[in-house]
């Protein structure tokens, strides 16, 4: 979750405005975070989706395909003010 969580705050702070959020929950068996910040947003219905191709690996483009290798759940809301990510791990 550190990972995956590091990664959209990054993005989030770089790409969304330079200020974000981060809010961590926990339940019996399962950790959330949601990162949110303030800017214009991104086509959220293919980001990450697909591994990216090996000779853009230095340009980026990894960062969302990683996370939702690692997280058993990835929402990604863009509600019009910001981008809210919405990560979910199953506790072990």
Same mark, same amino acid.
Request: aromatic share 4%; glycine share 16%; with cysteine.
């Given at each position: 979750?550190?990972? *995956?969580?590091? &990664?959209? %705050?990054?993005?989030? /702070?770089?790409?969304?405005?330079? *200020?974000? $959020?981060? !809010?961590? &929950?926990?339940? &019996?068996?399962?950790? $959330?975070? %949601?990162?949110?910040? @303030? ?6 219905? $293919?980001?990450? @989706? @697909? ?12 960062? /969302?395909?990683?996370? !939702? ?8 809301? %863009?509600?019009?003010?910001?981008? @809210?990510?919405? %990560? !979910?791990?199953?506790?072990?």
């Amino acid at each position: 979750m550190v990972i *995956a969580a590091n &990664e959209i %705050l990054t993005n989030a /702070l770089i790409h969304g405005g330079g *200020a974000a $959020s981060l !809010r961590v &929950e926990a339940g &019996e068996g399962w950790v $959330s975070c %949601l990162i949110a910040d @303030r800017g214009v947003g991104f086509d959220a219905a $293919s980001a990450g @989706r @697909r591994a990216p191709d090996p000779g853009m690996v230095p340009q980026g483009g990894m960062g /969302l395909w990683i996370v !939702r290798s690692l997280c058993d759940d990835v929402q990604i809301d %863009l509600p019009g003010d910001g981008s @809210r990510v919405t %990560l !979910r791990m199953k506790a072990t």
